[in-house]
């Protein structure tokens, strides 16, 4: 059986990726690998960590004529110019890392896969507040219109309706056609993925879903787009309070909750699960995965990070 490449852009030079990486290629892989990066900085970390690593060296029309031949391990090496790279997280590293994302976007385009991990980036060096993470930014990239961020564990998974957005920007943002195209994408990856349906709660945005206000964004925007959604036959519950919903309990009834801004959901599904869930983004034309943490340049060079999100990233597209 001849199973697709993975396609995996490794990121901000200045992060845990390659010490991550080096731990994870030891594990038993199916699929073939296509990591764009640069090679003097995989050997610089090599020896830093004293691991070991065997590269395959491409260039991309070899992969366009011979994607069925690929080795385990194949490198598409990017100049990162300087070769002794850099000692932190700097703007420096932006050129390298575009030039990643669009070679891997080019391979995607051509079909020569469907699976795609980027590494951790500093989003404040990076994208500049063009754009407000690399789910938006690779969205821009695609011309995709409709996405939606999901943080995935096999027990629970959660969605922001607004991802990476300040607090005070939230309630302008919420709109019952956002929940619509949210929900219909998720339950359609659900299915394709999984086969069958997915039981949805979502949040409220108030606490308790009540408010002081004249206006109430939970039973104004929130309950109508669910109760059309029911009407639909989603199988979806809400809005519920975002206090409660994570009990034990209460959060058992749900494949997935949608809440209404970034950490609302992301939090306590990092503080029930930590590294043992993955960032996947759907509606793209591709499957993008990436591991739910940070570059953490604090840790570089330290061997001491944990491989697990990684890991689940390529399990995931392992097929």
């Known amino acids: 059986m001849n199973y697709k490449p993975i396609i995996i852009v490794a990121g901000e030079p200045n992060s845990v990726f390659f010490e991550l990486f080096f731990k994870v290629i030891k594990k038993k892989i199916k699929s073939p690998i296509i990591l764009i990066a640069s090679k003097k900085l995989i050997m610089r970390q090599a020896k830093i960590l004293k ?3 065997n590269l395959n060296i491409v260039n991309e029309l070899e992969i366009f004529k011979k994607e069925n031949n690929l080795k385990k391990i194949n490198l ?20 390298y890392i575009t030039k990643c994302f669009d070679i ?3 391979l995607l385009k051509n079909k020569i896969s469907n699976k795609f991990i980027n590494g951790p980036i500093s989003k404040k ?11 938006e930014y690779l969205a821009h990239k695609t011309n995709t219109k409709k996405f939606a961020m999901i943080i995935y564990n096999k027990n629970l998974s959660v969605c922001p309706l607004t991802t990476h957005l300040p607090i005070k920007y939230v309630s302008k943002k919420i709109n019952k056609l956002e929940i619509f195209n949210k929900v219909k994408l998720i339950n359609n990856f659900w299915r394709k993925k999984f086969g069958k349906q997915v039981k949805i709660g979502v949040t ?19 309950l109508p787009a669910i ?16 206090d409660t919903i994570f009990l034990k309990n209460n959060r058992k009834e ?4 949608i809440g209404m801004y970034h950490d609302q959901v992301l939090t306590p599904i990092k503080t029930l699960f930590e590294y043992d869930a993955i960032n996947v983004t759907v509606g793209l034309p591709f499957i993008r995965v990436s591991p739910d943490h940070g570059p953490n340049e604090s840790m570089l060079g330290k061997n001491k990070s944990n491989p697990l999100s990684l890991l689940n990233s390529i399990k995931f597209l392992d097929f």
Do not use: M, R
């Open 204 to 222: 409220g945005l108030n606490p308790h879903c009540e408010s002081i206000d004249i206006f109430n964004e939970d039973k104004s925007i929130i």
């Open 51 to 53: 691991k070991s690593i």
């Open 104 to 106: 891997a976007i080019k």
């Open 76 to 95: 598409i090496d990017v100049d990162l110019k300087q070769s002794s790279g850099f000692s932190k997280i700097t703007p420096k590293s932006n050129d």
């Open 254 to 257: 749900f494949d997935l909750i």
């Open 227 to 242: 109760k059309k959604l029911k009407k639909l036959k989603y199988n979806i519950e809400g809005p519920l309070a975002a």
């Open 125 to 135: 060096t990076f994208l500049k507040k063009k754009f407000n993470g690399i789910t």
